[in-house]
C-alpha cells in the first residue's frame, strides 16, 4: 500500500519540550487520528510536517516527496485546519474565495459556495462575527475546497455542537471515499475518531507510545476491572498500565481475550480511546 | 503572489469607511488652513498597514500561510507590494486633493511647493515603514511599537548632540547638489531603502519560529 505520509525519526528541540523521534506512517485511502493530552506534541508535529516549525532533523515525506525540497507541489494537494490559526478576522468568507482562487491552481468557488451553502454560513460576514463552530465550519470548507488529497487537521470538531461534529464527519467520511484522499487529524475528541479512523497514533510527552489500527485497539485491548487480591495475583508483564480507584483496580491489557483464558476475572470490557488516553497518562506500571 | 497581495488589499478595503471619514476631516482642516494635506501620507500608510500587521498576528497568519502553497516565500513579498500600491493610491489622492484645495483657495495651482512636499513625505513614509517592517517581523507588532519608540527616542537624543557638535558643511554642499537632481535622487534612495528593508525582513521571517 503506497503511503501518503511518512514521518521518519522526527525530533524537534525547545527549552522546555522535545518530540524524540517521531515515526508515523499514514497509508493512501486512510484516517489516522493523533491523540495526546495538550502540551504533548501534535501540534508541533503538524507544524514540523507543514514546514511552519523550523530546525527540526529527520525526514518528512508527502506524497513520496520531501517536505523540504518540494513543498509547493506539496502544498498544492494537501488542505490544512489549524488550531486557532486562520485568516484575518476582519476579512469574510466571500474575501477568502477570491484570495484562494489566487492561490491553489485548483481552487474550485463553485464547490466552495455549495459547502457555505450546505453549512448555513453566510459569505458577506465579516470572520469575527461567526460563532466559534461557524468559523472553525469555514476553516474546514477552506481547507478542502481546493481538491486536496490530504487533509492535515488540527482539532477540527474542537468548538462544534455535537450536530455540528456529525455534520463535519460525514464531510469526512465523503471526502474518503475517494481511494486517493487520506486525513491525518489530531482531536481531544476521541469519540469522533472511534467512529472514522482506521488508525491510531498515540503521542505522550513528546514521544509516540502507541500506532495501530482502530480495529486492533477497539477489538483486542481492554480494561479489566478487579478486586485488590485478584489485581495481586496478575502478572505485571500481562498487562500495560494500571489505575487504582476507590474500590476497584482498572487494568489495561494489550489481548483482553489471552487475559482472559489466563485469568479468571470476569469484567473484561472493551477500551475506548479516553480510557485508554487516561489509563496510559495517568497510570502506573 | 497575487491572492497574497488581494489579501491585505481586502483587509485594508474592510476599513474603508473609517479612512474615509478621516479624509473627510483632513480635508476639511486643510480648507481652513489648520494643516497640510501632505503630513497625510506617512499617517495613513504606516496607520493601515500597521492595523494589517495587528490582525495578522491576533489571527496567527504569519503561520497559517504558511501552509499555504508558496506561503513563506511570498508573505514578506506581497506585503512590501501591498504597501507601494497603498502608498501609490493614497499619493494620488492626496495630490489630486491637494491641487483641488490649492485652486479652491487661491485661484491658482502652486505646483512646485506642493509636489516638493508631497515628494517629501514620500521619502518620509518609505524611510519610517521601511524601518517598521523588520522591526515588526522581529518583535512582532506589539512589542515593535515599544521598540520604535525607543529607537525614536535614542535618535531625537543623539541628532540633538550631534546638531550641536559637528560641522555640517560637506553635507550642504551634497544637498546642493541633490537640489538639481532631487527627484532622481530621492527615486533611487526610496528603492534601495526599501530593498533593504524587504530583504532584511524576508531573512527574519525565514529564520523566524512560528
Known sequence: MENILEVKNLCKKYKEFELKNVNIILPKGMIMGFI?????????????????????????KLFGLDNRKDDKKIKENIGVVLDD??????????????????????????????????????????IKTLSKGMRKKLEIVTAISHHPQLLILDEPTAGLDPVARSEVIDLFQSFIQNEECSIFLSSHITTDLEHVADYITFINNGNIILSKTREELLEDYG????????????????????????????????????FNKKYDIDTIDKITLEELMVLMIRGEK | ?????????????????????????????AFQGQMDLSFLLPFISVMIMMSTFSY?????????????????????????????????????????????ISYAKTNM??????????????????LLQSFIYPTIYKFGPEKARIVLMTIIFCIAIIGGFIIQYVDFSPIIKILNFIETYWIIVFLIAMVVILYISYKISEKIYDKKQM
Open chain 1, 36 to 60: 495526546g493530552e495538550n502540551g504533548a506534541g501534535k501540534t508541533t508535529t503538524i507544524k514540523a510536517i507543514l514546514g511552519i516549525a523550523r530546525d527540526y532533523t529527520g525526514e518528512i
Open chain 1, 85 to 126: 490559526m486562520f485568516f484575518p478576522e476582519i476579512l469574510t468568507p466571500n474575501d477568502i474565495n477570491s484570495i484562494m482562487k489566487n492561490i491553489y491552481k485548483n481552487w474550485d468557488s463553485k464547490l466552495y459556495f455549495k459547502y457555505l451553502t450546505d453549512f448555513a454560513l453566510p459569505n458577506n460576514k465579516a
Open chain 1, 223 to 258: 480494561i479489566v476491572k478487579c478486586s485488590k487480591e485478584e489485581f495481586e495475583k496478575i502478572n505485571k508483564k500481562d498487562f500495560i498500565k494500571y489505575k487504582k480507584s476507590k474500590y476497584e483496580y482498572e487494568i489495561l491489557v494489550e489481548n483482553r481475550k489471552a
Open chain 2, 1 to 29: 503572489m497575487l491572492g497574497f497581495i488581494k489579501k491585505d488589499l481586502l483587509m485594508i478595503k474592510s476599513n474603508i469607511k473609517i479612512l474615509a471619514i478621516l479624509l473627510i476631516i483632513y480635508v476639511v482642516m
Open chain 2, 56 to 100: 495578522d498576528s491576533y489571527n496567527k497568519w504569519d503561520a497559517y500561510v504558511i501552509s499555504l502553497p508558496d506561503g513563506r516565500k511570498n508573505s514578506v513579498k506581497a506585503k512590501y507590494l501591498s504597501t507601494i500600491i497603498l502608498i501609490i493610491i493614497t499619493t494620488i489622492i492626496i495630490t489630486i486633493l491637494s491641487f483641488t
Open chain 2, 109 to 126: 495651482i502652486d505646483f512646485e511647493n506642493i509636489v516638493g512636499t508631497i515628494f517629501g513625505s514620500l521619502f518620509a513614509t518609505v
